[in-house]
């Protein structure tokens, strides 16, 4: 069957999935109680901080329409442009990523301090987790949104490529689709660079940390990549507090300034990054009073706008309440 010779699904219409999550949902379940798949929360918003109680995954990090192209001359002011084409993309890099991710996790876990990992598997757990914080950096709505402000920045390109008016676009659609465009708007270069700019947030679906470097997401994860990896585990009872997006901070030792990343990946397992051109790997064993140290570090920064844990008194400590991390 050839393309011309498919339903090819209209350019322009409604997103069908509405509930867009900017933090996989696989990720969050991994700070969940096992007893009822849920946890407290914190919400921060620019009029203060919100404690949640007994939330479910679905509910959390998660915006309506967050990466759809609006088409601001459709008639009933609601259409977009290629319908849920970036959330679908960015479901299949969940789908594919969630089993590599908790094998990761698990492996971790489960091996001796001592172990001594052979170059293939440093190689694998740093570039997945450099690609999945890197991710999750990118693809929350304040860089989705400076995206889809600057993506006019990507209009000369077009130009230069001979597609800088509609009608070029709309040939290249018809060639690749094999169907015509036959909306009443026409797709100018100002949607399609925001169609573009927004298929950077998927590149980790495309290729790994050595291919496709035209990505901003991709510079990013090799960055992270060349960092130096600690790894921090906890006991089951005494978990972390997990965040919406990665604590940074610039430290500086001996008249040395370098960035360090702290970013919990479960309930029992955080990496912290250093960019220290030494690219160690480490793992370490958390005790009480060190766990306290990481998690007040976690809630201290200005990044995340949820926080999340299994054990809710791990929350209140932090926020004047009476809990405490006993």
């Given at each position: 069957?050839?393309?011309?010779?498919?339903?090819?699904p209209?350019?322009?219409?409604?997103?069908?999935?509405?509930r867009?999550?900017?933090?996989?949902?696989?990720?969050?379940?991994?700070?969940?109680?096992?007893?009822?798949?849920?946890?407290?929360?914190?919400?921060?918003?620019?009029?203060?901080?919100?404690?949640?109680?007994?939330q479910?995954?679905?509910?959390?990090?998660?915006?309506?329409?967050?990466?759809?192209?609006?088409?601001?001359?459709?008639?009933?002011?609601?259409?977009?442009?290629?319908p849920?084409?970036?959330?679908?993309?960015?479901?299949?890099?969940e789908?594919?990523?969630a089993?590599r991710?908790?094998?990761?996790?698990?492996?971790?876990?489960?091996?001796?301090?001592?172990?001594?990992?052979?170059?293939?598997?440093?190689?694998?757990?740093?570039?997945?987790?450099?690609?999945?914080?890197?991710?999750?950096?990118?693809?929350?709505?304040?860089?989705?949104?400076?995206m889809?402000?600057?993506?006019?920045?990507?209009?000369?390109?077009?130009?230069?490529?001979?597609?800088?008016?509609?009608?070029?676009?709309?040939?290249?659609?018809?060639e690749?689709?094999?169907?015509?465009?036959?909306?009443?708007?026409?797709?100018?270069?100002?949607?399609?660079?925001?169609?573009?700019g927004?298929?950077?947030?998927?590149?980790p679906?495309?290729?790994?940390i050595?291919?496709?470097?035209?990505?901003?997401?991709i510079?990013?994860?090799?960055?992270?990549?060349?960092?130096?990896?600690?790894?921090?585990?906890?006991?089951?009872?005494?978990?972390?507090?997990?965040?919406?997006?990665?604590?940074?901070?610039?430290?500086?030792?001996?008249?040395?300034?370098?960035?360090?990343?702290?970013?919990?990946?479960?309930?029992r397992?955080?990496?912290?990054?250093?960019?220290?051109?030494?690219?160690?790997?480490?793992?370490?064993?958390?005790?009480?009073?060190?766990?306290?140290?990481?998690?007040?570090?976690?809630l201290?920064?200005?990044?995340?706008?949820?926080?999340?844990?299994?054990?809710?008194?791990?929350?209140?400590?932090?926020?004047?309440?009476?809990?405490?991390?006993?």
């Amino acid at each position: 069957m050839t393309l011309a010779e498919r339903a090819v699904p209209s350019p322009i219409g409604k997103a069908k999935t509405k509930r867009q999550h900017y933090v996989p949902r696989f990720f969050l379940s991994g700070f969940t109680r096992e007893k009822d798949g849920k946890f407290d929360v914190l919400r921060r918003t620019a009029s203060g901080v919100t404690r949640l109680y007994s939330q479910r995954v679905e509910n959390v990090a998660v915006e309506r329409n967050l990466y759809e192209v609006k088409v601001p001359e459709a008639e009933n002011g609601m259409d977009n442009l290629f319908p849920n084409e970036v959330e679908k993309l960015l479901s299949q890099f969940e789908s594919s990523f969630a089993e590599r991710f908790r094998i990761i996790v698990e492996t971790i876990l489960e091996v001796s301090v001592r172990k001594r990992w052979t170059d293939t598997e440093l190689q694998d757990i740093c570039e997945a987790i450099a690609i999945f914080i890197a991710e999750l950096y990118v693809r929350n709505p304040k860089n989705v949104g400076k995206m889809l402000k600057n993506a006019k920045n990507l209009i000369p390109f077009f130009e230069q490529a001979q597609l800088g008016t509609s009608d070029a676009l709309e040939q290249l659609y018809s060639e690749t689709m094999g169907s015509n465009w036959s909306e009443k708007i026409h797709l100018t270069p100002k949607m399609a660079s925001q169609v573009f700019g927004l298929s950077e947030l998927v590149a980790p679906s495309k290729s790994g940390i050595e291919k496709g470097n035209k990505y901003p997401l991709i510079e990013y994860a090799k960055y992270l990549r060349n960092c130096s990896f600690q790894f921090l585990t906890t006991a089951v009872d005494q978990p972390f507090i997990g965040i919406s997006e990665p604590h940074f901070e610039g430290v500086n030792d001996f008249g040395r300034s370098y960035g360090l990343l702290y970013f919990p990946l479960s309930s029992r397992l955080a990496v912290l990054l250093v960019d220290d051109d030494k690219h160690t790997f480490e793992k370490k064993s958390l005790n009480r009073k060190d766990l306290r140290l990481f998690n007040r570090a976690a809630l201290s920064g200005e990044e995340w706008d949820w926080a999340f844990c299994c054990r809710g008194h791990y929350l209140d400590s932090f926020i004047g309440g009476k809990g405490s991390h006993e």
